[in-house]
């Protein structure tokens, strides 16, 4: 009953945020957090910190589905959806307020880049305890089996499951909810990917028939989703580090769960290359500091026909407005496709 307990949390979850967004915005407007919408002509401001109402559907979802599914089962005996969280929905919940406590904290002071590395390391330990990788298939090499390891002098043979479990999970999760933070700019951009990556691990664990953390995976899917149609162009909230991190933390969690390592990769890659070229932008920003197209900016700006005028191609979002005339819209549109092949092809990679 995968299917029926995806799409029932999908829809309460997205039927929730939908309705209290309205209400997020006007108090986000009223509390003074709000800031400029950069890409228009007349810089309007803009709710921030709109990621609260994700998570707070979230929550919201996973607390009433359970009870909801308790009466369903009650009342159709053929009908067989969990009537409980699982271990897995439980750690993957702490490890998401963990990630969005710490957006609010990097919203309201820097943190500072060893800071940004080191504390999501840690809040993805929660789910060391619910996880227990046994084997995964490489493309290429075939299956690797964790209980197997490598022979270090002194230390003696560590197995791939410590590794994998004590080093490769963490470092993943932490990974993707940067990248995912760092993947965003432009009006609907980050909650568009973002929902779309959400509902390919959702389809993807259907076809693997894997639901570890349906409910949890669902949930997300369903309130990012209607989170888009209000950030969307022109958006009427962002949702500022704490949507973006916690939201990445969930697909980071759900990939690893899930056991799909190699498949989320590839859902990943355009997020992986955004990342490559802000590094190689970085570098040569030290080396070449006099060149102005090196220079590191965080926005460009409009042209008066309304396209985007970006300083250069070193970051995924620039790359088609920096060598052709397209506007806001136009850009983000490209990135959904671009998002959308990768997911399409990780539902048919095995790992």
Sequence with gaps: MIEATAGITLIISFSMCYSLLPIFIRKLEESGYVVKDMYKRFKVDVPTKGGIAILFSLYLTVVIVPVFFRILNKINSDVDV?????????????????????GIA??????????????????????LVVVTPQAINLPIYGKLNFQDGISIPIFGTITYFRITRYIVMPLYIMVVANLMNMHSGFNGLH??????????LLIKCMIEDTGASIITLGAATGAMGAFWIFNRYPARILEGNIGALAVGATIGAAIIVNGFIVSGFVMLIPHTVNFLMYVYWRIMNKLRPEDEKFRIRKFGSLLADGSLDVPNPYTLKWVLPYYFKVNERQATYAMYALTLLFCTAGLFVQG
Excluded: E
């Design 191 to 200: 909650s568009g990917v973002t929902t779309i990556i959400l509902a390919a």
């Design 82 to 102: 969990p009537s409980a969280l699982s271990q897995t929905d439980q750690a993957m919940l702490l490890v998401i307020v963990m990630f969005a406590f710490y």
């Design 106 to 127: 990097d919203d309201l002071i820097d943190l500072g880049r060893p800071a940004k590395v080191l504390l999501p390391i840690l809040f993805c330990y929660p789910l």
